[in-house]
């Protein structure tokens, strides 16, 4: 079963969106190069501050969250982050 991810969080008003912006797509390059999943990065349309990764179709869940978590952390993502947030995952399967 494939499963979809969905990653969303809040970047600081105060930090450099554009770097932020830069950064996630680099890491998700990584990501794509070493899992296969290439992901989407989307912004709320009512708040920029708001924004979405979105991984479809990965057949393999627990090596992609492992990989995803490490990328992540190389990356440093969490220095553009909301204080007192954190990046929250959902994942969803096909109704049958």
Request: charged share 30%.
């Amino acid at each position: 079963m494939k499963v979809d991810y969905y990653v969303y969080y809040r970047v600081a008003a105060d930090r450099d969106h554009a770097s932020a912006h830069d950064g996630v797509r680099a890491m998700q390059q990584r990501l794509a190069a070493r899992t296969g999943i290439v992901g989407r990065l989307l912004v709320r349309r009512d708040d920029s501050h708001t924004w979405m990764e979105v991984y479809p179709g990965v057949g393999d869940p627990d090596g992609f969250e492992t990989a995803l978590v490490e990328e992540c952390r190389q990356a440093g993502l969490a220095r553009w982050l909301e204080s007192d947030t954190v990046r929250h995952m959902e994942r969803f399967v096909e109704c049958a």
